[in-house]
């Protein structure tokens, strides 16, 4: 299994972020902390922004922020609403399926439940639980102190 890069880097800003909840940051700050694309980042802010993690400010000394308590952002709602389509086989998605045993095969049940159990865990923890080595990782992102 693994995540789209999409919500690799939605994690990634959420984390960047959680490392100042008091300061605003720019998506140029984060893009050059990652050393990955600007370009690539405005999408994502975006729609953080649009699904209420994120607050964004435009303007000369805009920039972006938590919409709330690093606390009450939960890992597993970031993925679920970062993920376009959770299809870890084919069969999962239902309008492009072509697998032939599809309606007979019970490998599809148990893959359901650890994608299920995979999430479950992801909802045991939120921001704050992973921004908990906060001074590590300001260091190696270079992100300045509050």
Known sequence: MQLTLYTDYSLRVLLYLGLNSR????????????????????KVVHNLAMQGFINTTRGRGGGITLARPAAEIN???????????????????????TCPIAAACFLKGALYEAQRAFVAV???YSLADVVDNKDWLRAVLKVPEE
Do not use: K, P, W
């Open 75 to 97: 890992i597993g709602d970031v993925v679920r609403h970062t993920e376009v389509n959770f299809h870890l086989v084919e069969c999962f998605d239902r309008e492009r399926n």
């Open 122 to 124: 992801l909802d045991r």
């Open 23 to 42: 300061r605003m940051a720019t998506i140029t700050d984060i893009a050059q902390s990652y050393g990955i694309s600007r370009n690539h980042l405005v």
